[in-house]
């Protein structure tokens, strides 16, 4: 839910060059036209992952892919470049891991943040080092830059410890203990030494919500200054939502942002289902 509500406060102003101004409730508008309260392929992708964990009992890349392919296919416009042309060469018949690899050459690289934005159910699901495997193998699925997996892995681990009652800073500093990617470690372990940079590359966006997570006490709080830096900031506020979801629970919310969230239904039975089947 905290995914989802950031996704959605950031969605009318993704891609502003600027800060849109202090941002602290759920608008219409955007890139694309949506109503107030409507997610995009943000969320679109952690319901998937959500519901495939939930309906598997593990991580399983074929059911996850096909779980993609069915939103893709409705708003494949709302998707991002990497994620969007890994999904069209899968429709098109390509072998599920070729596709990471011949869209990573196509364009050059696949360090874009769209593994980062999904990944926070593996952190509910799984507690054991589960987390880091699942999550690197999760973005490598679309992302084959390690820089992507490294981030995802980063998240998902804050998210589990925070899920599980550990406080935030030593959530945060378990999961720099546990990076093995330097320049991530360096970035994230040393969060204020960096400007927030809301960007599409996975390590400025990722820093741009912890940074803004660290730094705010409250759900009420983060996830609007998050948004306000503008840039890239629906998944900026989906990192960020889903961190602050995680530390101080759905509970914390403001009402009116739960219930003006459009298509809050299936969030709920994902949530729902994904506490179900967690292992043990």
């Not at 406080?167 to 372990?189: D, F, N, S």
């Not at 409250?218 to 530390?247: C, K, M, Q, Y």
């Amino acid at each position: 839910m905290g995914l989802a509500i950031g996704d959605a406060m950031g969605a009318p102003f993704e891609a502003f060059p600027e800060s849109p101004g202090f941002v602290s409730d759920l608008l219409p508008g955007g890139r694309m036209a949506r109503k107030s309260g409507r997610y995009t392929d943000d969320t679109l992708q952690a319901l998937a992952l959500a519901e495939s964990l939930a309906a598997c009992g593990k991580y399983c890349p074929e059911d996850f892919m096909a779980r993609l392919l069915v939103d893709f296919d409705h708003a494949s416009s709302w998707y991002g470049p990497t994620s969007g042309a890994i999904f069209t060469h899968v429709r098109e018949g390509v072998p599920l891991h070729a596709a990471a690899r011949i869209v990573d050459a196509e364009r050059g690289g696949s360090r874009s943040n769209g593994s980062v934005m999904r990944g926070a159910p593996i952190g509910v699901f799984y507690s054991g080092p589960e987390v880091e495997a699942c999550s690197f193998a999760c973005s490598a699925l679309t992302h084959r830059d390690p820089v992507a997996g490294a981030c995802s892995s980063f998240v998902n681990r804050m998210v589990s410890d925070m899920c599980r009652g550990i406080p935030k800073r030593r959530a945060w500093a378990r999961a720099v203990q546990r990076c093995r990617i330097a320049e991530v470690a360096e970035v994230l372990g040393r969060y204020r030494s960096y400007p927030r940079v809301p960007g599409l590359d996975a390590l400025l966006a990722t820093h741009a919500a912890l940074s803004v997570f660290m730094e705010t006490e409250s759900f009420r709080e983060t996830v609007p200054v998050a948004v306000s830096l503008g840039g890239d900031s629906d998944t900026v506020g989906a990192i960020a939502g889903a961190l602050a979801g995680a530390a101080y629970g759905v509970h914390t919310i403001p009402e009116t942002w739960r219930f003006g969230l459009d298509g809050s239904g299936r969030v709920w039975r994902a949530a729902y289902r994904l506490w179900r089947a967690m292992p043990g």
